[in-house]
Structures are given as C-alpha cells and as structure tokens.
C-alpha cells in the first residue's frame, strides 16, 4: 500500500506560478514511477509530468515541458511540481499518483497507476 497527500494548489494570475508537493508514504520501495496528472471539468485524466524512481529520469507532457518541473525529495519523500508560466488552460484538478506494478519506462496513462492521492485544485485567470 501507498499513501499519497497532495497540496500546493490555489487561484493565481495567468502568468504566475505554483508549486504542489505530494508525501509519500507506505511501501515506497515498491514504486516504480510518480507521476502529476491533471484533469479539467468534461476532460479525461492526463499525465503530465512523471518520474522513475530507480533513476530519476522525468518525463513531460508536451504542453507543460518547458514550463513545469517534476523532482522529489528522498529524505522527506516528496515529489514536487512546480509550474511557471501558467495559462487558463492549466486549470484543473490535479492529483498525485503511484504507479507500483509496472517496470520500465513510465507511463502516461493514468490506468497504469494503482494508487492515487484526493487532487488539488489549481485555477489560472486571465
């Protein structure tokens, strides 16, 4: 079992930036990769940004990379996101994930990942 706590989220000015944080807890041996994903009102459940653990390599979402930054802290085991430049089309749920069954590369589909924290809310004006 994983656990996962996201926070971080807001309202913010098009343009700004915010920065979500996920505690991991739980059996974090087992992970394989973390991953940010999104979902806005009428949308399916994208992935946006992703990290294997083994090796840290990250993975981006075209339409974030360059704007977003996925990295974790192993000694607090946290993964963060922090998103500059952002747009009204940023807005949207957010959700931390955990993807332990899997090896390999990471996945950017969200059934492919078996444990998720409760999402928070992050909402760009123009």
């Known amino acids: 079992q994983v656990q996962l706590v996201e926070s971080g989220g807001g309202s913010v000015q098009a343009g700004g930036s915010v920065r979500l944080s996920c505690v991991v807890s739980g059996y974090i041996s087992s992970l394989n990769c973390l991953g940010w994903f999104r979902q806005a009102p009428g949308k399916e459940r994208e992935g946006i940004a992703l990290i294997r653990i083994n090796d840290d390599r990250k993975y981006y979402y075209a339409n974030v990379k360059g704007r977003f930054t996925i990295s974790r802290d192993t000694a607090e085991n946290r993964v963060y996101l922090q998103m500059n430049s952002l747009k009204p089309e940023d807005t949207a749920m957010y959700y931390c994930?955990?993807?332990?069954?899997?090896?390999?590369?990471?996945?950017?589909?969200?059934?492919?990942?078996?444990?998720w924290g409760q999402g928070t809310q992050v909402t760009v004006s123009s």
């Open positions: 994930a955990a993807d332990t069954s899997r090896r390999g590369a990471c996945s950017y589909q969200a059934r492919d990942y078996n444990y």
